[in-house]
């Protein structure tokens, strides 16, 4: 069997509307001819390409049209494929901790990565390089928080906010929390913020 006929085999048998990476492909053959099969799928109207090294297969929703993936699940699908680690922006952290109800214009989020736009159609997602200080425990709630601290920054990291982040975290949040690095003026503010509103770590 053809690489041509190997991929148009199990394109017949992908989502429509759900982007994918070209290296999907990969063990179908070389880079080159992959690459040309996927071009000629384009051509014909089989796939779409969404931008460089992603495609999916054409949807249509009645009144609504075509679907396009939006920004953020194609980036996060290209940053998981390089083995990038992705992080909420502080900016983010903040309003998902009920301290803010600002949201981001465009949506940014911290990456080990290169800094870097992406844009879908006429959507946009930015990333920006950190220190693997900023990326500890990212995912999770602790790493959220993390960063929260770092975006509050020395005049905004108050007893009073604080301790409405530290209320959202179990005990074992908050002990992988105390554990991580920290700026020497974090680490002075976090202690004060625990010992005016201890939590039983015990």
């Known amino acids: 069997m053809s690489v041509a006929e190997k991929i148009s085999r199990r394109v017949k048998f992908m989502p429509k509307g759900r982007p994918f990476l070209r290296t999907l ?74 301290l803010s109800t600002q949201m981001q214009v465009l949506p940014t989020y911290y990456t080990s990565g290169a800094s870097r736009e992406i844009r879908v159609g006429k959507g946009r997602v930015r990333l920006l390089h950190v220190s693997p200080e900023r990326l500890k425990h990212a995912g999770t709630k602790v790493g959220m928080a993390l960063n929260a601290f770092y975006y509050l920054g020395k005049e905004g990291l108050t007893l009073e906010v604080g301790s409405k ?26 202690n004060a913020i625990e010992r005016a509103h201890p939590v039983d770590l015990t």
């Open 165 to 190: 982040i530290l209320d959202q975290l179990s005990k074992e949040e908050l002990a992988k929390l105390l554990a991580c690095k920290m700026p020497k003026w974090m680490r002075i503010a976090v």
């Open 25 to 98: 492909f990969a063990s179908e053959g070389s880079r080159s001819a992959v690459d040309k099969v996927l071009s000629r799928l384009v051509n014909a109207g089989v796939l779409e390409r969404v931008i460089r090294g992603v495609y999916m297969r054409p949807k249509q929703v009645q009144f609504v049209g075509a679907v396009r993936p939006d920004a953020v699940t194609v980036m996060k699908m290209i940053a998981k494929a390089r083995g990038e680690t992705i992080e909420t922006h502080g900016c983010e952290a903040v309003r998902r901790f009920g």
